[in-house]
């Protein structure tokens, strides 16, 4: 029996780099393997998924979705856990974690494939590790046919998918995207992590983001350094940091930071209106729907995992008590947060 848990992913993939991140911090054994086209087929079969990254586990289950991951990885190491033990907190980080996951992948893919430079760069790399390579082939490389082939399927891809997701407007995905990062490097002048005094899930969802696509492609990474520079150090922190070096533990607060509040607002500028016209939309079975990014109406896909994941956050909110849930009205409320989950 293999002893490790087995990922399979790609360095240059969100999903995969916050897998790796919170595995390693909770100090399970981690055999990380790249999924290539080679090996594809066969995990898809057993995972039941394309999407990556796949955890096979020490007994031999095929697991996937980051977020379940987290709750199931948390579950068998004995750490301190990759959420906040107080109720609010906790809310608030799935809030959070859900923003990073459901609509910063946009400007993720938007960068990765809609700018050029990034593309040739990030995007080829991501290219040579689904083909098992370590550099681009040469031109007159038996495997530069086959590396051709893939690269431009895969512009294509995500050329139809920054249609599908409503990351096409160059203006409007940079000016929100950098609002959000600015707001967190401000967050990380005086905090080490988004909420509390350890990392969370939600940490985890911002750094595979950073990692995977933010602070790797050219294009973003040029606008963090110079107008969110906080973030490369909290990227450095979060890479090494290990729950067995750690003395703190989770203290108990419902506080949240007030440097915090404006990532909410943000959160309830864009992503909050989408959640509601999305759940909108599915309710009425329409595969599509008309939203605006920020640069006018845009008919995109509809999204039912997104809307699954609300579902999940307005759940546990609803099982919080009176108490509670008081609270975490008091904070969401005023960013336009609160309604979405409360309904
Ligand atoms: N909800 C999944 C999302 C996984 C996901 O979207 N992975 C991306 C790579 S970062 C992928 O496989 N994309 C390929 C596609 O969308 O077809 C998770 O949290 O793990």
């Given at each position: 029996m293999?002893?490790?848990?087995?990922?399979?992913?790609?360095?240059?993939?969100?999903?995969?780099?916050?897998?790796?991140g919170?595995m390693?911090?909770?100090?399970?054994?981690?055999?990380?393997?790249?999924?290539?086209?080679?090996?594809?087929?066969?995990?898809?079969?057993?995972?039941?998924?394309?999407?990556?990254?796949?955890?096979?586990?020490?007994?031999?289950?095929?697991?996937?979705?980051?977020t379940?991951?987290?709750?199931e990885?948390?579950?068998?190491?004995?750490g301190?856990?990759?959420?906040?033990?107080?109720?609010?907190?906790?809310?608030v980080?799935?809030?959070?974690?859900?923003?990073?996951?459901?609509?910063?992948?946009?400007?993720?893919v938007?960068?990765?494939w809609?700018?050029?430079?990034?593309?040739?760069?990030?995007?080829?790399?991501?290219?040579?590790?689904?083909?098992?390579?370590?550099?681009?082939?040469?031109?007159?490389?038996?495997?530069?046919?086959?590396?051709?082939?893939?690269?431009?399927?895969?512009?294509?891809?995500?050329?139809?998918?920054?249609?599908?997701?409503?990351?096409?407007?160059?203006?409007?995905?940079?000016?929100?995207?950098?609002?959000?990062?600015?707001?967190?490097?401000?967050?990380?002048?005086?905090?080490?992590?988004?909420?509390?005094?350890?990392?969370?899930?939600?940490?985890?969802?911002?750094?595979?983001?950073l990692?995977?696509?933010?602070?790797?492609?050219?294009?973003?990474?040029?606008?963090?350094?110079?107008?969110?520079?906080?973030?490369?150090?909290?990227?450095d922190?979060?890479?090494?940091?290990r729950?067995?070096?750690?003395?703190?533990?989770?203290?108990?607060?419902?506080?949240?930071?007030?440097?915090?509040?404006?990532?909410?607002?943000?959160?309830?500028?864009?992503?909050?209106?989408?959640?509601?016209?999305?759940?909108?939309?599915?309710?009425?079975?329409?595969?599509?729907?008309?939203?605006?990014?920020?640069?006018?109406?845009?008919?995109?896909?509809?999204?039912?995992?997104?809307?699954?994941?609300?579902?999940?956050?307005?759940?546990?909110?609803?099982?919080?008590?009176?108490?509670?849930?008081?609270l975490?009205?008091?904070?969401?409320d005023?960013?336009?947060?609160?309604?979405?989950?409360?309904?």
């Amino acid at each position: 029996m293999n002893k490790s848990y087995i990922v399979y992913g790609v360095d240059a993939s969100y999903f995969t780099q916050k897998v790796l991140g919170f595995m390693t911090y909770l100090g399970l054994p981690v055999d990380y393997r790249k999924k290539t086209i080679f090996v594809r087929q066969e995990i898809e079969r057993r995972a039941g998924t394309h999407l990556m990254p796949v955890v096979v586990t020490p007994g031999d289950e095929y697991l996937w979705d980051s977020t379940p991951l987290g709750v199931e990885m948390d579950r068998r190491a004995s750490g301190p856990g990759l959420w906040p033990p107080n109720p609010v907190q906790r809310l608030v980080a799935r809030v959070i974690e859900d923003f990073f996951d459901e609509w910063m992948t946009r400007p993720a893919v938007y960068f990765r494939w809609r700018c050029e430079a990034d593309a040739e760069s990030s995007g080829a790399a991501l290219v040579c590790d689904l083909l098992d390579l370590d550099v681009i082939p040469a031109p007159d490389d038996g495997q530069r046919a086959m590396f051709d082939t893939l690269f431009t399927t895969l512009k294509q891809w995500g050329a139809e998918t920054c249609h599908k997701i409503g990351a096409v407007d160059k203006r409007a995905v940079e000016n929100e995207f950098m609002r959000v990062m600015e707001i967190l490097s401000r967050h990380f002048d005086s905090r080490a992590f988004l909420l509390g005094n350890l990392p969370s899930l939600a940490d985890f969802s911002l750094y595979g983001g950073l990692q995977a696509h933010f602070l790797r492609d050219p294009s973003p990474r040029a606008l963090i350094d110079e107008q969110a520079p906080n973030l490369f150090d909290f990227r450095d922190r979060m890479k090494v940091i290990r729950a067995e070096n750690l003395t703190d533990k989770w203290q108990d607060k419902a506080e949240i930071a007030p440097s915090l509040l404006p990532l909410l607002a943000e959160i309830g500028l864009g992503f909050v209106p989408f959640l509601e016209a999305n759940r909108r939309a599915l309710g009425a079975g329409q595969r599509e729907l008309s939203f605006d990014f920020g640069a006018g109406e845009e008919r995109v896909r509809s999204r039912k995992y997104t809307e699954s994941c609300r579902a999940e956050i307005a759940h546990e909110l609803s099982s919080l008590d009176d108490r509670d849930r008081g609270l975490v009205r008091e904070i969401l409320d005023p960013a336009g947060c609160y309604q979405v989950y409360a309904g």
